[in-house]
C-alpha cells in the first residue's frame, strides 16, 4: 500500500481544476496516463523566452516578442476562409494580429477598440507587414503576471493546447507533496549541486532559463538519479531474494558433458567454454545463480545452456528452457533433440498445443522425474506444470522478462532454482545495467567455426526490378528468401513499405511461393505460416520485423530489408542474423530509399562493414539514443520517464553501485532513510520491491 504522502500523486486528473472527465482523456493521452504524477513526469523540451520587451518596429521578426499596444480598429475575413485582423500600434508604428477560424464576438470582447493590451507572441511579415498570427497571450497591462516570463514547452496530443497542457502541469505541481523525506545521500545531493525533490520539479516546470530544463541541467539530472535509483534498488533487491533463498549446489560429474562434446560437429570457442566455467562454478555455490549469457547472433548461447542443463542432470536434477513464443519452443526442441539423444538426455517439448491424454501423460512424466530437460513457453512455470526436482531454469531472450517475473521466478524450486537467461542482442554496458543489473554476466564475443559470414550489400530502392529478378534467381537455385517492411499496411501518413502491398506484389509474381506474417495475425495462423517457411512449402517469407529472433531456417540464405533507413542499427543487425545459418553463402540487401540523407547511407554503410553486433550496438546507442534499443514496448525492459540514456549514463553507474551499497548498510529499508527510499520506489511504481520488502 502506497505511503499516504503519495495518495494526492496517484490520484485521478479529474481533481486537478478544469480537467473534468471530457478534458481528461486528450490529457491523458498525451502524458500516458490518468494520474497526477504522469502529468508531473511530462517534462518540457523547449522554451520560450517571453522577456523581451520591443516595440512593434524593433521586434525581430520569427522571434517571440511581448508587447504593449493600442488596439485601433477590427477587420472581420470577407468569407469563411479569409483571417480575421485586428489592426494595433505602439508609437513606433502598426501591426495587425491575425486570427483564423474567428466565431462570435469574442474577438471584441478580448480585444476592444481603443484599449491598451500586452500582446505576446511571434513576430511575422505578410506582403510587407507586419503581423502576429493567433498571440499565445493577450491580457491587459495590470495583468502582465499572467504572461510568463519563460514559457516550458511540452509534448502535446490531438485536443490539448499547449497553454491547457501548460496549466494542468502547474496545477499537477500544487498538488505534489512538498514534504517528502529526503532518499538521497546529502553529501551527494551537496557534491552534485542538486536541489531537493520538490524543488527539482518546481525548476522543470517553472524554468527560469534553458538549464533548468536541460537533461545536464541540475534539476533534470536530480530527477533522473531518483528513477535510476529506483530502478537500481528493484534489481539489486531481485538479487538478494535470490541470494538469501540460498540454493542446493549442484555438481556435474562430466560423463553427460563428454558426449555432448563428442556428438557436436565443431569444437566450442574459447568464450563458450569461460561461459560454461562461470555457470559451473555458480552452479556448484550454496548461493543461487542469476546469471545473464549475453551474445551476439550466432553465438552459440544455446550450446551453453545445453551444457549447463547437463551439468544440472548430471546432478540428479532437472532443467527446462522457457522461450517466448511456441514457435521458438519447438524450434529450440527440435535443434537440441539430436544432441540430446546422443548424450542419453531425457528431452520433451510441451507447449499449448499438447492436449488431451498426450499432455497428460508429458506431465506425470515430468512430475516423477522421467524427463530430464523440458523446452517450452514460460508457462512452464505456472499451474498444472510439476517437477520432480527442478534445478536449473534457462530463459531465451531475456529481454521480454521483466523484474516482477524475476521475482516470482526466485520462489520456484523447492530447494532453490538456479538461473541462466539468454539475450541475443548485444547490449552496450549502460543500458545492461539498465535491465540486468540484479545478474552476473558471461558475454560471447567469438562465433564458432563455420558460421557463415553475410555478406552485405546498401541497393537503392530505384533498383526495386532488379533485386526481384535477382530474388527470381535465387529462388531457382533453391534458396528461401526472407523480405522484410517496416510496416503492416499502407498508412497514409508515412511512405514506408507495407508487407500487404508487397506481398501482394510478389505472389503475383512467385504464385504458391510466398507467405506473409506481421504482428496482426492471429499467433496460430502466424505459426503455421513460419512452420510452412520452416519446412520449404514456401519459399520467400514478407515480413515485419515479428522474424527479428526466433526463426531458425538453415536453407534461407537471402535477407532484403525494405527502407532499411528506417531501423535501428541493432534490429538490422538481428533482421541479418536469420540468415548466414547454414552451409552456403548468405546476403543481405539493404533497400534504401532515394530520398534517405547521407547519415542514412553512413549508418547502413557501418552494418555493410561490421558483423560485430556489439560494434553495432554501440554505434546504435550514439546515433538513435538508448529507448528504442531494446524495445521499450517489451516487458521486461523500464520504460524510463524522466532519464535519458545518452546523457544520464554516468549517473546509472552511480545510482547501481548505490543501490548495492545501501542494501549492505541496511537490507531491510528499515532505518528512516530506509523508509524514504520505499517512498521513491512506490512513486517509480517499483511496487514488487517493496511488496518484497514487506513479505520479509
Not at 507533496?177 to 520538490?198: G, T
Not at 531457382?476 to 500487404?500: F, H, I, K, M, N
Not at 540523407?597 to 550514439?622: C, H, M, N
Not at 547501481?656 to 512506490?682: K, V
Request: some cysteine; proline content about 6%.
Amino acid at each position: 500500500m502506497r505511503p499516504a504522502s503519495l495518495l494526492p500523486l496517484f490520484a485521478s486528473l479529474t481533481g486537478l481544476p478544469g480537467v473534468g472527465p471530457k478534458t481528461a482523456k486528450p490529457i491523458a493521452k498525451a502524458v500516458g496516463g490518468e494520474r497526477v504524477v504522469d502529468v508531473l513526469f511530462h517534462l518540457p523540451f523547449a522554451l520560450v523566452d517571453r522577456r523581451a520587451r520591443p516595440t512593434i518596429m524593433e521586434a525581430p521578426v520569427n522571434e517571440i516578442a511581448t508587447i504593449e499596444v493600442e488596439v485601433i480598429g477590427h477587420r472581420p475575413g470577407r468569407g469563411p476562409r479569409q483571417p480575421y485582423r485586428v489592426l494595433v500600434a505602439d508609437p513606433s508604428g502598426e501591426m495587425q494580429l491575425v486570427y483564423f477560424k474567428a466565431e462570435g464576438d469574442w474577438l471584441s470582447r478580448l480585444l476592444p477598440v481603443g484599449a491598451t493590451r500586452l500582446i505576446s507572441g511571434r513576430m511575422e511579415t505578410w506582403e510587407g507587414l507586419r503581423q502576429m498570427p493567433h498571440p499565445d497571450y493577450v491580457v491587459p497591462p495590470e495583468d502582465a503576471a499572467k504572461i510568463p516570463p519563460i514559457d516550458p514547452i511540452y509534448p502535446l496530443s490531438a485536443g490539448v493546447t499547449a497553454r491547457a497542457m501548460a496549466k494542468v502541469v502547474l496545477a499537477a505541481l500544487d498538488h505534489a507533496p512538498r514534504d517528502l523525506p529526503e532518499w538521497l545521500d546529502p553529501a551527494l545531493v551537496r557534491r552534485e549541486a542538486w536541489p531537493l525533490w520538490f524543488e527539482a520539479w518546481s525548476t522543470v516546470h517553472r524554468p527560469n532559463d534553458a538549464a533548468d530544463v536541460s537533461a545536464d541541467g541540475p534539476a533534470r539530472q536530480r530527477l533522473a538519479y531518483d528513477e535510476l535509483l529506483a530502478n537500481q534498488l528493484a534489481l539489486a533487491l531481485v538479487r538478494r531474494r535470490l541470494r538469501r533463498s540460498r540454493g542446493r549446489p549442484v555438481v556435474g560429474t562430466g560423463a553427460v558433458q563428454s558426449r555432448l562434446r563428442a556428438a557436436l560437429p565443431y569444437a566450442l570457442t574459447g568464450g563458450q567454454e569461460q561461459a560454461i566455467r562461470e555457470i559451473a562454478e555458480d552452479l556448484a555455490s550454496p548461493v543461487r545463480m542469476l546469471r545473464l549469457l549475453q551474445g551476439d547472433v550466432g553465438a552459440g548461447k544455446t550450446v551453453v545452456a545445453l551444457m549447463a542443463m547437463a551439468i544440472a542432470v548430471e546432478a540428479g536434477r532437472q532443467a527446462c528452457l522457457m522461450a517466448p513464443t511456441e514457435l521458438l519452443a519447438r524450434q529450440h526442441g527440435k535443434s537440441l533433440a539430436p544432441l540430446c539423444e546422443a548424450a542419453g538426455l531425457r528431452l520433451a517439448v510441451l507447449t499449448g498445443r499438447d492436449t488431451g491424454a498426450g499432455r497428460r501423460k508429458l506431465l506425470a512424466a515430468l512430475a516423477a522425474g522421467e524427463i530430464d530437460i523440458v523446452v517450452g513457453t514460460h508457462a512452464l512455470l505456472e499451474g498444472e506444470v510439476t517437477y520432480h526436482d527442478l534445478g536449473l531454469a534457462v530463459i531465451d531472450e531475456q529481454h521480454r522478462f521483466g523484474v516482477d517475473q524475476r521475482l516470482t521466478l526466485a520462489a520456484k524450486g523447492d530447494d532453490g532454482l538456479d538461473v541462466l537467461v539468454m539475450s541475443a542482442t548485444p547490449i552496450p554496458r549502460t543500458l545492461t545495467l539498465t535491465a540486468f543489473g540484479d545478474m552476473d554476466v558471461s558475454r560471447l564475443m567469438e562465433k564458432p567455426a563455420g558460421r557463415q559470414k553475410i555478406d552485405t550489400r546498401v541497393v537503392s530502392l530505384s533498383r526495386l526490378d532488379e533485386m526481384v529478378a535477382a530474388i527470381a534467381r535465387a529462388l531457382e537455385r533453391g534458396a528461401q528468401v526472407y523480405w522484410v517492411c517496416p510496416l503492416v499496411t499502407e498508412s497514409e501518413t508515412t511512405d514506408a513499405a507495407a508487407a500487404e502491398d508487397r506481398f501482394a506484389h510478389l505472389a503475383a509474381r512467385f504464385p504458391d511461393h510466398v507467405g506473409l506474417v506481421h504482428g496482426r495475425m492471429k499467433a496460430a495462423e502466424k505459426d503455421r505460416v513460419m512452420q510452412e517457411f520452416a519446412d520449404g512449402k514456401l519459399k520467400l517469407l514478407v515480413a515485419t520485423t515479428v522474424i527479428e529472433v526466433g526463426v531458425d531456417v538453415p536453407k534461407a540464405t537471402v535477407m532484403v530489408i525494405e527502407q532499411a533507413e528506417r531501423f535501428g542499427l541493432a534490429q538490422l543487425h538481428q533482421l541479418r542474423g536469420r540468415v548466414g545459418r547454414g552451409s552456403d553463402a548468405s546476403f543481405c540487401i539493404l533497400l534504401m530509399a532515394d530520398g534517405a540523407g547521407k547519415t542514412a547511407r553512413q549508418r547502413l554503410e557501418t552494418l555493410r562493414d561490421t558483423d560485430d553486433g556489439f560494434v553495432i550496438a554501440e554505434a546504435d546507442l550514439r546515433i538513435r539514443g538508448a529507448g528504442e534499443i531494446l524495445g521499450t514496448k517489451q516487458s521486461g525492459v523500464p520504460e524510463f520517464r524522466l532519464v535519458d540514456l545518452d546523457r544520464h549514463a554516468g549517473l546509472m553507474e552511480i545510482a547501481h553501485d548505490d543501490a548495492r551499497l545501501l542494501l549492505e548498510r541496511d537490507p531491510d529499508l528499515n532505518t528512516p532513510r530506509g523508509t524514504a527510499l520505499r517512498t521513491l520506489l512506490y512513486l517509480f511504481e517499483r511496487d514488487a520491491a517493496v511488496r518484497y520488502l514487506a513479505s520479509g
